[in-house]
Structure formats: C-alpha cells, structure tokens
C-alpha cells in the first residue's frame, strides 16, 4: 500500500470517527427543560387545518388548469409536465374526497352512539 493509498484510508477513518461523535452527541439524554408558557404556541384549530389543506387542493388544481389551458392553447410542448400535474391533482382530490368520507362517517358512527 502507498501512501496516497494509507491517507485516503485515515482519511476515511476520521471521517467515520467524527460522524459516529456527532451521532453520539446528538443521542446524549438531555435535561428536561420546561417550556415558558409565552413561548407555547397554541395549536392550529381542526378548521384551520382542514381549510389549508383544501386550499393546497385548491391550488393544484388552479395549476392544473392553467397548465391544461396553456398546452391546449399551444404555448407550452411540455405535455409530461401537464400530465404529471393533472395526476398531482387527481391524486389530491381523490384523497381530500377518501378524507370528507371517513369524517362522515365517523360523524355518523358518533351520531348513532346511545347516550
């Protein structure tokens, strides 16, 4: 072995040494530190929730649409990029819509509990 062959080897080694020290460091139990009651931030609401998720769903169809109107128009050639975005928004809606369904349902279930 040379030595071009023996310092890529140390080399190597001090790498692993300083990265299984930055794991252990970052693993290291840490004291438990309250947290100051002005630094909490209060948790977004369950409509707050659900409305950003609908409007990200909102927007990727809005890009959709805008992207379809553009390559029909002829302004764009880039139809896999079309495509992907109307699978993107495909897939969203369909999975808003699995989401609307299983809180129906679970609205349902709740309502018919007896009391």
């Known amino acids: ?16 040494l300083q990265r299984n020290a930055a794991l252990r460091e970052t693993a290291a139990p ?6 100051d009651q002005t630094d909490r931030a209060s ?11 609908l409007d990200k769903v909102n927007a990727l169809q809005v890009q959709e649409d805008v992207a379809t109107e553009a390559y029909e128009r002829g302004e764009t ?4 990029t079309v495509v992907l975005m109307q699978q993107r ?3 969203s809606f369909e999975a808003t819509l699995q989401v609307r369904n299983k ?4 609205y349902k279930d709740i309502m018919s509990m007896a009391v």
């Open 103 to 106: 809180v129906l349902s679970a």
């Open 43 to 53: 948790p977004p609401s369950f409509a707050a929730t659900m409305k950003n998720a």
């Open 89 to 91: 928004a495909s897939v």
């Open 1 to 16: 072995m040379n030595i071009n062959g023996v310092a890529d080897v140390m080399a190597v080694r001090n790498a692993i």
């Open 77 to 80: 050639t880039d139809i896999a």
């Open 30 to 35: 840490r004291p438990y530190q309250p947290l």
